[in-house]
C-alpha cells in the first residue's frame, strides 16, 4: 500500500472521529441502554426468529424471498467451526469455493464453473460476485477472505443475479452482511481462542469488536481481529533435511464504521477496512518434481510424505486490502434515494519457488547441466488494484407494489506483473549480460508488465406486483456497457520480448422474471426466469520461445475470448413446519451456458489461455431442512445433487492432418471445481446444569464429492508424466521407469467437527474439534509446465484441537 494512500486513510479516520465526537445539538442526552441478550439467549434465539436478509436490496426473511437464498449466521459458522469463505461453502448447498492456495480461492455457484483462474490470468473476470454489504471486493483468483467475526450473517444468493449485482454474478452471489452501528446501545465482543494442529503448529485468535453511541444521533462501531495459523506442511530441501511447518501464517485486520443521523430521513454511514494476511508457504503436498522423486537413479531419491512438499526457497504471500465505502440513504416519503461509494485498493505478492519450471526448461528442453539447472529460481507474481464503484438506486413500495431502480459504475486498474530472477544463471551458462529487446536485467530469466483497465456502466431495475392475496410477480432488468484495455510487455529469455495492446468491449441486457404463489400460510411455490453474464477479454501471448510446434499450432492465434452468458431455469417451495420452528426448502434448476470461458493450460508453453466453449448446461436439484423440535435441541440438513456438462467439442488440426481434442474439451465431460454431491449435516444440544449455567454440544458433518481442477484434466492420457519426455536430457535420468502416473480427478472427502460448550450469563467457552477423523483432503490439482516440471495437490489443516471463549458486555 502507498504511503500515500495510508496518509490519506489515517487522515479520513481522524477526521471522522473528531466530527463524531462534537454534540449535535446542546441538549443531547444519551438514549436508555438496550437489554442484552446472555449467551444462552443467543444460542435459542434462532429456534423462532428467522433470518432477515436484503437479497433483493430490501428487508425480507429467509422464507419469503421467492428465490433460492441461505443466510447462515455468525454464530451458526461459529458453531460449525467455519472460519473462512471455504469453511462456509462446506455448509451451504450448491455452494464450492476450491481451495489454490494462500489467498487464492475458485467460488463457484451451482455447478457453474469454467475451472482454475491462475496468477498470470488478471483478465478473467468471476463467475460469482462477492460483496461486503454494498461494496464489490470481488477480484478473480484473489477474492479477500474477510474475517467472519463480528458479522450479521452470509448471505449466499443462488442463481443468476445479474439484473440487482451485474457482472460477476453470473450464477451467483455472495455477501458479507456486517453488524452495522448501533444508536442508544454500548456493546463490547470479545472472542478468542488457542489451537494445536495434529503434527503441526500452535495457532490463536483474538478479536474485539466495540460499539460505541456518541449521541442520540450518531454511532461507531469497530471490529479488529488478529488470527495467528499454525503450519502443518513440511518442506523437503535439496540436502534432504526437512524444514516443518512452512506454512504458518497470520490476518489483522479491523473495520470502522460510523453512522449519523442528522434527522428521521438522513442516514450517513462511512466505514473503513483494512486487511493483512502474510503465510509462509503453500498447503501443497508433492506427488511429483522434476528434481525430487523417488524414480531417479543419478540424484538422491526422495520420497515425499502424506504433508511433504519438496522446495529450495521459501514461498511467501502477502496480501494488503483496503475498503473505503460511504453508504447514504434519504427518505423522500414515498421512496427512498440511495447511494454507495466504494474504493479498494490491493496489493497481492506471490513468491514461488519455480526451480523445479525453470529446470525443466533450462536442464530438461536446451540440456544445461545441473550446475545451471539446479540454481534457485524464485518467481514473483504481484497483482496491484484499485477500483473504485458508485451505484446510486431510487426504491419505494406500497402493499401491491416494490420496487427498485438504479445506476452503476465502476473503473478498476490492475497491474500485474511477473519477475524470474535467477542469481548466477547467465554467468553459469555462459549467456551475455543482456538479453531480450529491452535488455531485461542480468539474470531474469522472464519478465512481465501488464495493465488493465476496466470499464463499466449499468442500469438497472426491478419491481414485484402483489397481483393478488397469494400470487406475486417479478420482473428487472439490467442494461450493462463495458470497455477494456490492456498493454503488456514481456522480455527475458523465456519470452517472445515485446509490448503488445488490446481492447475489448460489450454490451447486453440482463432480465430476470420471477413468480411466487402462496400455496397457503406455510408453503410458497416459486418460478424464475433469469440471465447471468461474465464479461469476456484479451488472451496474452504465448511464451513462444517454450512452445512445440504441436502446442503452438493448438494454442496459438486466440487473441481474446467473448463474454460467457447463462439462462437459469427454476422452480422451487419454501415451506414453515411445526409452527414456525422449521423449514424445507427445495429448488430444482436448468441453467444453459452459451460461450463459457474455459480455462486452458497451454502445454509446453507455461502458458494459459482461455477458450470458448459453444454450449454446457448444469442441472441439479438443493434440499434444506431446518428444525428445532424443543428449545434444547435443533439439527440442519442441506444438499446439492448436480450435473454439469460440456454440450461441444473443440478440435484442432495439426500440419500433418491429425485431429484432436483440444485440452479435454469434449462433449459429456464434467465441468471442474464442482462436485457432482455435496451435503452437511448439523445438530446443536443444550441442557440446563444449574441456575444461570448451561451445557452445548455441536456436531457438523461435511461431504464433498469428487471434483476436477480444470477440464483439461479430463484429457485422454492426462493422468500420466512421461519421464523420458526430455530424452536425451532427462534430469536425473535414467529413471527406474518410464513413467509416473496420478489421479487427476480428486476423490471424495469427508469432515467432522465437534464443539462442546458452556453458558453462564455473557460468557460462551467451548472446547472444540475440527476434522476429527484427520482426514486429508485433496482440494486442487497443482501442476507445473503441464505436469512435466511438477505434480501436487492442495491439502486440508489436519485434525486440530483448540479452546475459544467469547464474551459480550
Same mark, same amino acid.
Request: with cysteine.
Given at each position: 500500500?502507498?504511503?500515500?494512500?495510508?496518509?490519506?486513510?489515517?487522515?479520513?479516520?481522524?477526521?471522522?472521529?473528531?466530527?463524531?465526537?462534537?454534540?449535535?445539538?446542546?441538549?443531547?442526552?444519551?438514549?436508555?441502554?438496550?437489554?442484552?441478550?446472555?449467551?444462552?439467549?443467543?444460542?435459542?434465539?434462532?429456534?423462532?426468529?428467522?433470518?432477515?436478509?436484503?437479497? #433483493?436490496? !430490501?428487508?425480507?426473511?429467509?422464507?419469503?424471498?421467492?428465490?433460492?437464498?441461505?443466510?447462515?449466521?455468525? =454464530?451458526?459458522?461459529?458453531?460449525?467451526?467455519?472460519?473462512?469463505?471455504?469453511?462456509?461453502?462446506?455448509?451451504?448447498?450448491?455452494?464450492?469455493? =476450491?481451495?489454490?492456495?494462500?489467498?487464492?480461492?475458485?467460488?463457484?455457484?451451482?455447478?457453474?464453473?469454467?475451472?482454475?483462474?491462475?496468477?498470470?490470468?488478471?483478465?478473467?473476470?468471476?463467475?460469482?460476485?462477492?460483496?461486503?454489504?454494498?461494496?464489490?471486493?470481488?477480484?478473480?483468483?484473489?477474492?479477500?477472505?474477510?474475517?467472519?467475526?463480528?458479522?450479521?450473517?452470509?448471505?449466499?444468493?443462488?442463481?443468476?443475479?445479474?439484473?440487482?449485482?451485474?457482472?460477476?454474478?453470473?450464477?451467483?452471489?455472495?455477501?458479507?452482511?456486517?453488524?452495522?452501528?448501533?444508536?442508544?446501545?454500548?456493546?463490547?465482543?470479545?472472542?478468542?481462542?488457542?489451537?494445536?494442529?495434529?503434527?503441526?503448529?500452535?495457532?490463536?485468535?483474538?478479536?474485539?469488536?466495540?460499539?460505541?453511541?456518541?449521541?442520540?444521533?450518531?454511532?461507531? #462501531?469497530?471490529?479488529?481481529?488478529?488470527?495467528?495459523?499454525?503450519?502443518?506442511? $513440511?518442506?523437503?530441501?535439496?540436502?534432504?533435511?526437512?524444514?516443518?511447518?512452512?506454512?504458518?501464517?497470520? !490476518?489483522?485486520?479491523?473495520?470502522?464504521?460510523?453512522?449519523?443521523?442528522?434527522?428521521?430521513?438522513?442516514?450517513?454511514?462511512?466505514?473503513?477496512?483494512? *486487511?493483512?494476511?502474510?503465510?509462509?508457504?503453500?498447503?501443497?503436498?508433492?506427488?511429483?518434481?522434476?528434481?525430487?522423486?523417488?524414480?531417479?537413479?543419478?540424484? @538422491?531419491?526422495?520420497?515425499?510424505? $502424506?504433508?511433504?512438499?519438496?522446495?529450495?526457497?521459501?514461498?511467501?504471500?502477502?496480501?494488503?486490502?483496503?475498503?473505503?465505502?460511504?453508504?447514504?440513504?434519504?427518505?423522500?416519503?414515498?421512496?427512498?434515494?440511495?447511494?454507495?461509494?466504494?474504493?479498494?485498493?490491493?496489493?497481492?505478492?506471490?513468491?514461488?519457488?519455480?526451480?523445479?519450471?525453470?529446470?525443466?526448461?533450462?536442464?530438461?528442453?536446451?540440456?544445461?547441466?545441473?550446475?545451471?539447472?539446479?540454481?534457485?529460481?524464485?518467481?514473483?507474481?504481484?497483482?496491484?488494484?484499485?477500483?473504485?464503484?458508485?451505484?446510486?438506486?431510487?426504491?419505494?413500495?406500497?402493499?401491491?407494489?416494490?420496487?427498485?431502480?438504479?445506476?452503476?459504475?465502476?473503473?478498476?486498474? #490492475?497491474?500485474?506483473?511477473?519477475?524470474?530472477?535467477?542469481?548466477?544463471?547467465?554467468?553459469?551458462?555462459?549467456?551475455?549480460?543482456?538479453?531480450?529487446?529491452?535488455?531485461?536485467?542480468?539474470?531474469?530469466?522472464?519478465?512481465?508488465?501488464?495493465?488493465?483497465?476496466?470499464?463499466?456502466?449499468?442500469?438497472?431495475?426491478?419491481?414485484?406486483?402483489?397481483?393478488?392475496?397469494?400470487?406475486?410477480?417479478?420482473?428487472?432488468?439490467?442494461?450493462?456497457?463495458?470497455?477494456?484495455?490492456?498493454?503488456?510487455?514481456?522480455?527475458?529469455?523465456?519470452?517472445?520480448?515485446?509490448?503488445?495492446?488490446?481492447?475489448?468491449?460489450?454490451?447486453?441486457?440482463?432480465?430476470?422474471?420471477?413468480?411466487?404463489?402462496?400455496?397457503?400460510?406455510?408453503?410458497?411455490?416459486?418460478?424464475?426466469?433469469?440471465?447471468?453474464?461474465?464479461?469476456?477479454?484479451?488472451?496474452? @501471448?504465448?511464451?513462444? @520461445?517454450?512452445?512445440?510446434?504441436?502446442?503452438?499450432?493448438?494454442? +496459438?492465434?486466440? $487473441?481474446?475470448?467473448?463474454?460467457?452468458?447463462?439462462?437459469?431455469?427454476?422452480?422451487?417451495?419454501?415451506?414453515?413446519?411445526?409452527?414456525?420452528?422449521?423449514?424445507?426448502?427445495?429448488?430444482?434448476?436448468?441453467?444453459?451456458?452459451?460461450?463459457? =470461458?474455459?480455462?486452458?493450460?497451454?502445454?509446453?508453453?507455461?502458458?494459459?489461455?482461455?477458450?470458448?466453449?459453444?454450449?454446457?448446461?448444469?442441472?441439479?436439484?438443493?434440499?434444506?431442512?431446518?428444525?428445532?423440535?424443543?428449545?434444547?435441541?435443533?439439527?440442519?440438513?442441506?444438499?446439492?445433487?448436480?450435473?454439469?456438462?460440456?454440450?461441444?467439442?473443440?478440435?484442432?488440426?495439426?500440419?500433418? +492432418?491429425?485431429?484432436?481434442?483440444?485440452?479435454?474439451?469434449?462433449?459429456?465431460?464434467?465441468?471442474?471445481?464442482?462436485?457432482?454431491?455435496?451435503?452437511?449435516?448439523?445438530?446443536?444440544?443444550?441442557?440446563?446444569?444449574?441456575? +444461570?449455567?448451561?451445557?452445548?454440544?455441536?456436531?457438523?458433518?461435511?461431504?464433498?464429492?469428487?471434483?476436477?481442477? =480444470?477440464?483439461?484434466?479430463?484429457?485422454?492420457?492426462?493422468?500420466?508424466?512421461?519421464?523420458?519426455?526430455?530424452?536425451?536430457?532427462?534430469?536425473?535420468?535414467?529413471?527406474?521407469?518410464?513413467?509416473?502416473?496420478?489421479?487427476?480427478?480428486? @476423490?471424495?472427502?469427508?469432515?467432522?467437527?465437534?464443539?462442546?460448550?458452556?453458558?453462564?450469563? *455473557?460468557?460462551?467457552?467451548?472446547?472444540?474439534?475440527?476434522?476429527?477423523?484427520?482426514?486429508?483432503?485433496?482440494?486442487?490439482?497443482?501442476?507445473? #509446465?503441464?505436469?512435466?516440471?511438477?505434480?501436487?495437490?492442495?491439502?486440508?489443516?489436519?485434525?486440530?484441537?483448540?479452546?475459544?471463549?467469547?464474551?459480550?458486555?
Amino acid at each position: 500500500m502507498t504511503n500515500r494512500v495510508a496518509r490519506t486513510v489515517l487522515s479520513i479516520l481522524i477526521l471522522i472521529v473528531a466530527i463524531t465526537t462534537l454534540p449535535l445539538s446542546a441538549q443531547e442526552t444519551q438514549p436508555p441502554p438496550q437489554e442484552k441478550r446472555t449467551a444462552e439467549e443467543e444460542k435459542k434465539a434462532k429456534v423462532t426468529e428467522e433470518m432477515v436478509v436484503t437479497a #433483493r436490496k !430490501r428487508e425480507e426473511t429467509v422464507q419469503d424471498v421467492p428465490m433460492s437464498v441461505a443466510a447462515p449466521s455468525e =454464530q451458526e459458522l461459529r458453531d460449525m467451526g467455519a472460519e473462512t469463505m471455504e469453511d462456509v461453502s462446506a455448509n451451504v448447498a450448491g455452494f464450492t469455493v =476450491q481451495n489454490l492456495g494462500p489467498g487464492q480461492s475458485q467460488i463457484a455457484m451451482r455447478g457453474v464453473s469454467a475451472g482454475q483462474v491462475v496468477r498470470d490470468q488478471p483478465g478473467v473476470k468471476e463467475q460469482v460476485g462477492v460483496y461486503l454489504d454494498e461494496s464489490v471486493i470481488s477480484l478473480s483468483l484473489f477474492t479477500p477472505d474477510i474475517d467472519l467475526f463480528d458479522m450479521s450473517r452470509i448471505e449466499v444468493l443462488r442463481g443468476p443475479q445479474g439484473t440487482l449485482f451485474g457482472s460477476g454474478s453470473l450464477s451467483g452471489t455472495v455477501r458479507y452482511i456486517s453488524n452495522q452501528p448501533k444508536i442508544g446501545t454500548s456493546e463490547t465482543i470479545g472472542d478468542f481462542s488457542v489451537s494445536s494442529i495434529g503434527e503441526g503448529g500452535i495457532g490463536g485468535s483474538a478479536k474485539v469488536a466495540v460499539n460505541v453511541p456518541f449521541s442520540d444521533r450518531s454511532a461507531m #462501531r469497530v471490529a479488529a481481529y488478529y488470527t495467528k495459523y499454525g503450519g502443518y506442511m $513440511d518442506a523437503v530441501q535439496p540436502d534432504l533435511s526437512i524444514n516443518e511447518d512452512v506454512n504458518s501464517g497470520n !490476518r489483522i485486520g479491523a473495520r470502522v464504521a460510523f453512522l449519523f443521523q442528522p434527522n428521521d430521513r438522513l442516514k450517513i454511514t462511512p466505514r473503513i477496512l483494512y *486487511q493483512q494476511v502474510d503465510m509462509d508457504g503453500w498447503n501443497r503436498i508433492d506427488a511429483f518434481n522434476i528434481l525430487a522423486n523417488e524414480f531417479t537413479t543419478t540424484r @538422491p531419491a526422495v520420497n515425499l510424505g $502424506d504433508r511433504e512438499q519438496f522446495t529450495q526457497i521459501e514461498e511467501p504471500f502477502s496480501d494488503e486490502f483496503l475498503l473505503g465505502d460511504l453508504n447514504i440513504s434519504y427518505d423522500l416519503g414515498a421512496a427512498t434515494l440511495t447511494s454507495i461509494t466504494s474504493f479498494t485498493d490491493r496489493d497481492v505478492l506471490v513468491v514461488r519457488d519455480a526451480t523445479a519450471l525453470t529446470g525443466s526448461i533450462t536442464g530438461g528442453s536446451i540440456g544445461l547441466p545441473a550446475a545451471v539447472y539446479s540454481i534457485d529460481a524464485p518467481l514473483d507474481d504481484a497483482t496491484q488494484a484499485k477500483a473504485i464503484t458508485q451505484e446510486v438506486r431510487l426504491s419505494g413500495g406500497s402493499t401491491s407494489l416494490n420496487w427498485v431502480g438504479g445506476v452503476f459504475y465502476s473503473t478498476i486498474d #490492475r497491474d500485474y506483473g511477473q519477475s524470474l530472477f535467477v542469481n548466477g544463471f547467465q554467468d553459469a551458462a555462459n549467456i551475455g549480460s543482456t538479453v531480450g529487446n529491452f535488455g531485461a536485467a542480468k539474470d531474469v530469466l522472464f519478465f512481465s508488465d501488464l495493465t488493465y483497465k476496466f470499464d463499466q456502466f449499468a442500469l438497472f431495475g426491478e419491481g414485484t406486483w402483489s397481483m393478488s392475496d397469494r400470487l406475486d410477480l417479478t420482473g428487472g432488468l439490467r442494461f450493462y456497457k463495458f470497455e477494456e484495455e490492456r498493454t503488456q510487455t514481456f522480455d527475458g529469455i523465456f519470452a517472445d520480448p515485446g509490448t503488445t495492446r488490446g481492447t475489448s468491449s460489450a454490451d447486453g441486457i440482463a432480465p430476470r422474471v420471477m413468480a411466487s404463489f402462496k400455496l397457503n400460510d406455510a408453503t410458497r411455490l416459486n418460478a424464475q426466469v433469469s440471465k447471468g453474464f461474465r464479461l469476456g477479454g484479451i488472451n496474452d @501471448p504465448l511464451n513462444l @520461445p517454450l512452445c512445440t510446434q504441436a502446442d503452438l499450432e493448438t494454442f +496459438g492465434g486466440r $487473441d481474446s475470448w467473448e463474454d460467457e452468458t447463462l439462462w437459469n431455469y427454476e422452480v422451487g417451495s419454501k415451506s414453515r413446519i411445526m409452527g414456525g420452528r422449521g423449514s424445507f426448502n427445495a429448488a430444482a434448476f436448468y441453467a444453459d451456458i452459451s460461450d463459457l =470461458q474455459a480455462t486452458v493450460t497451454a502445454g509446453s508453453c507455461s502458458s494459459r489461455v482461455v477458450f470458448n466453449v459453444p454450449k454446457a448446461r448444469s442441472t441439479g436439484v438443493e434440499v434444506e431442512f431446518e428444525l428445532a423440535p424443543t428449545d434444547a435441541f435443533d439439527f440442519a440438513i442441506s444438499a446439492s445433487k448436480i450435473s454439469s456438462e460440456l454440450q461441444s467439442t473443440l478440435t484442432s488440426t495439426s500440419s500433418t +492432418g491429425v485431429v484432436s481434442v483440444v485440452a479435454g474439451i469434449k462433449d459429456g465431460n464434467r465441468l471442474p471445481t464442482v462436485p457432482e454431491f455435496q451435503m452437511a449435516a448439523a445438530a446443536n444440544y443444550r441442557w440446563q446444569m444449574r441456575q +444461570g449455567l448451561a451445557g452445548y454440544a455441536t456436531a457438523v458433518y461435511q461431504h464433498v464429492g469428487d471434483r476436477f481442477t =480444470q477440464i483439461g484434466d479430463q484429457a485422454d492420457g492426462f493422468g500420466t508424466v512421461n519421464l523420458r519426455s526430455f530424452d536425451p536430457n532427462n534430469i536425473g535420468g535414467p529413471y527406474s521407469q518410464n513413467t509416473f502416473t496420478f489421479n487427476p480427478k480428486l @476423490p471424495a472427502y469427508d469432515l467432522v467437527n465437534f464443539r462442546v460448550g458452556f453458558l453462564k450469563n *455473557q460468557w460462551d467457552t467451548a472446547l472444540f474439534i475440527n476434522n476429527v477423523t484427520d482426514e486429508r483432503a485433496l482440494l486442487a490439482l497443482d501442476q507445473e #509446465r503441464g505436469t512435466r516440471a511438477r505434480v501436487g495437490y492442495l491439502t486440508n489443516q489436519p485434525r486440530t484441537f483448540g479452546v475459544s471463549t467469547r464474551v459480550n458486555f
